[in-house]
């Protein structure tokens, strides 16, 4: 099924908005003990929501624009160089003196998921409504837009009226619980979104179990009922609930071990994103993407490396 008002066009990049940084990811070796020094490993690597689905349409084969600010120091620098070599278009990536470039630091339990995270995206900022009206050809240019909302507010709306005036979809990604209400006005037109079971629950002013399946497939009908087009609810361990205004399902997780959590969700929106451009059906969009969060939960960093959609269906075993 094609979602629809929308006539894929796969050749065409797609354009990508938001946040970038370096993420600093420890995972403790035995429970949290507060006050001291804990035993774990840690990694680092270049992330940011945006940057991390950036990545992966590339991987992917996807042509894809990156609209980003990153400072003007020595991590912005190798973050521009690394998402580059990744083959993602970065000739609109914002530099600013005015912050450093955005980091992450994410604290990992022993059973691979997370603890607790910080997160400093200030940077982000700097993309301005006047920065994006200077690359109103991109708009023009593009097959889809994504979004996440480390946006600030004045610029997401800027967004949907570009993309609305060069008739392009819209897709969004909450980022946090903390952000997910920068979105809230715009339901009504985002053509897909993909919050976590929390952030679905926040846009949706209601609680409930990701344990119960109705009841998250419920909160994804919530979201189609505001006026989304395709909602996205991932539930960990439990697997992804979908929901258009003609249809709704559920994937299960696939059980394997976590190694890192971080940008399994990145993994799972690319793939959807590149799945429903080149006409794969919405049921098989949604199992390809949930194995992309699969693979990339065994992947000590935010994004596969060698990602591609022959790994995937390789690798579909639901």
Same mark, same amino acid.
């Given at each position: 099924?094609?979602?629809?008002?929308?006539?894929?066009?796969?050749?065409?990049?797609?354009?990508?908005?938001?946040?970038?940084?370096?993420?600093?990811?420890?995972?403790?070796?035995?429970?949290?003990?507060?006050?001291?020094?804990?035993?774990?490993?840690?990694?680092?690597?270049?992330?940011?929501?945006?940057?991390?689905?950036?990545?992966?349409?590339?991987?992917?084969?996807?042509?894809?624009?990156?609209?980003?600010?990153?400072?003007?120091?020595?991590?912005?620098?190798?973050?521009?160089?690394?998402?580059?070599?990744?083959?993602?278009?970065?000739?609109?990536?914002?530099?600013?003196?005015?912050?450093?470039?955005?980091? +992450?630091?994410?604290?990992?339990?022993?059973?691979?998921?997370? #603890?607790?995270?910080?997160?400093?995206?200030?940077?982000?900022?700097?993309?301005?409504?006047? +920065?994006?009206?200077?690359?109103?050809?991109?708009?023009?240019?593009?097959?889809?837009?994504?979004?996440?909302?480390?946006?600030?507010?004045?610029?997401?709306?800027?967004?949907?009226?570009?993309?609305?005036?060069?008739?392009?979809?819209?897709?969004?990604?909450?980022?946090?619980?903390?952000?997910?209400?920068? %979105?809230?006005?715009? %339901?009504?037109?985002?053509?897909?979104?993909?919050?976590?079971?929390?952030?679905?629950?926040?846009?949706?002013?209601?609680?409930? #179990? %990701?344990?119960?399946?109705?009841?998250?497939?419920?909160?994804?009908?919530?979201?189609?009922?505001?006026?989304?087009?395709?909602?996205?609810?991932?539930?960990?361990?439990?697997?992804?609930? +979908?929901?258009?205004?003609?249809?709704?399902?559920?994937?299960?997780?696939?059980?394997?071990?976590?190694?890192?959590?971080?940008?399994?969700?990145?993994?799972?929106?690319?793939?959807?994103?590149?799945?429903?451009?080149?006409?794969?059906? %919405?049921?098989?969009?949604?199992?390809?993407?949930?194995?992309?969060?699969?693979?990339?939960?065994?992947?000590?960093?935010?994004?596969?490396?060698?990602?591609?959609?022959?790994?995937? +269906?390789?690798?579909?075993?639901?």
């Amino acid at each position: 099924m094609i979602i629809p008002d929308f006539s894929p066009a796969p050749e065409a990049p797609v354009l990508v908005i938001g946040g970038a940084g370096a993420d600093m990811v420890g995972r403790l070796k035995a429970e949290l003990k507060p006050g001291t020094s804990n035993p774990a490993n840690i990694r680092i690597s270049f992330g940011g929501v945006s940057r991390n689905v950036a990545e992966n349409l590339a991987h992917l084969g996807q042509p894809v624009r990156l609209i980003t600010a990153v400072g003007e120091d020595k991590v912005g620098d190798r973050l521009v160089e690394q998402i580059r070599s990744a083959g993602v278009d970065v000739s609109a990536i914002l530099r600013t003196r005015e912050h450093n470039t955005g980091s +992450y630091l994410g604290v990992i339990n022993p059973g691979g998921m997370l #603890q607790f995270a910080l997160d400093d995206i200030n940077a982000a900022g700097a993309i301005s409504p006047e +920065y994006l009206h200077l690359h109103e050809d991109l708009f023009r240019q593009a097959s889809l837009v994504f979004i996440d909302a480390n946006l600030p507010p004045k610029t997401l709306r800027t967004v949907f009226s570009l993309a609305g005036k060069a008739h392009l979809p819209v897709c969004a990604d909450p980022t946090s619980t903390s952000l997910a209400k920068r %979105l809230q006005a715009h %339901l009504s037109r985002l053509w897909m979104i993909t919050p976590n079971g929390n952030e679905a629950a926040i846009l949706c002013d209601r609680v409930f #179990q %990701l344990s119960n399946l109705q009841e998250a497939i419920d909160a994804a009908k919530c979201l189609v009922s505001q006026g989304v087009s395709l909602a996205l609810v991932s539930l960990a361990q439990f697997g992804v609930v +979908y929901a258009t205004s003609e249809t709704s399902g559920h994937v299960p997780a696939i059980r394997t071990k976590i190694i890192d959590p971080t940008g399994a969700g990145d993994a799972l929106t690319a793939t959807v994103i590149f799945s429903l451009l080149n006409d794969i059906p %919405l049921d098989d969009a949604v199992r390809l993407g949930v194995t992309a969060a699969t693979l990339t939960l065994q992947h000590r960093g935010t994004v596969l490396p060698d990602l591609s959609l022959e790994m995937l +269906y390789d690798n579909l075993v639901i």
